[in-house]
């Protein structure tokens, strides 16, 4: 864990722990070079949800897909850490492609930062 943060009484946080280490199946709703139909920003990778999933938003737990820069649909790979949210129970599940290296922190808040805020998250692993 990088940085403990607020990390007490975080159910997103409980939930998302659950799949640190885990191979996990993304259904990418928001692929690489979709625009977030909002906000306007560019996904700059792969964007996705776990199915059969619960968060406190009431949505699918989410995740980010670190692979290929190319649109996909779904998306498997291992859980090398989690998006902690400071300021909001909505973690997000950092997702490589299996057998890939797990980035650094420093790979992934460069990964995320077209939509995390520096600072407004800590990045949790095993």
Known sequence: MTDPGNLEGSVSLR?????????????IDRPYGSHHPRCGFRYLLNY?????????????LDGYY????????????LCVGIVHRRYDDDDKLIVVPDGGPAPDDAAIAEAVAFQETAGNYVIVRE
Do not use: K, S, W
Not at 49 to 60: F, K, L, Q, S
Not at 66 to 77: I, N, Q, S, V
């Open 15 to 27: 939930l998302a722990r659950l799949f640190l280490g885990r191979t996990v199946v993304l259904v």
């Open 48 to 60: 996705g949800y776990v199915p059969i999933t619960r968060a406190p938003d009431g949505e699918e």
């Open 66 to 77: 670190l692979g290929p820069p190319e649109p996909m649909r779904f998306a498997r790979g």
